[in-house]
């Protein structure tokens, strides 16, 4: 939970790194609360004829899903435009390894390694 409310936290910040833990916990934390959305839609579609928790809460955690992949992108050294790489089928799930990989040692043209930023 710390990592998602670091990433709200941090929404407009496109600059910098992020570590591996921070990027996948968020995006654990989005699918958890889009499950229990879609549920409370569903009901509520059943009562009301509408539910639209679900696409508020996407439009909301848009952005800092956007900059925290970017930031994950520099952590392994590229650029945020690999990004759009998620927009092209199939050649877009590249864009899951590059995420996946673990951080550049040291220090890169983004800025310092963050598993060695004592915060």
Known sequence: ???????????????GRSRRSEYWYFVLFNLI???V???VDSALRKIVG????????SLAVLVPGIAVSIRRLHDTDRSGWWL???LVPLVGLVLIVFLAED????????GQNPKLVIA
């Open 84 to 86: 759009l790489l998620a």
């Open 103 to 110: 951080s550049n040692a040291g220090t890169n043209r983004y």
């Open 1 to 15: 939970m710390h990592w998602y409310l670091e990433v709200l936290r941090k929404y407009t910040l496109f600059t």
């Open 50 to 57: 509408f539910g639209m928790f679900g696409m508020l809460y």
């Open 33 to 35: 609360v889009a499950v």
């Open 37 to 39: 959305l879609a549920i």
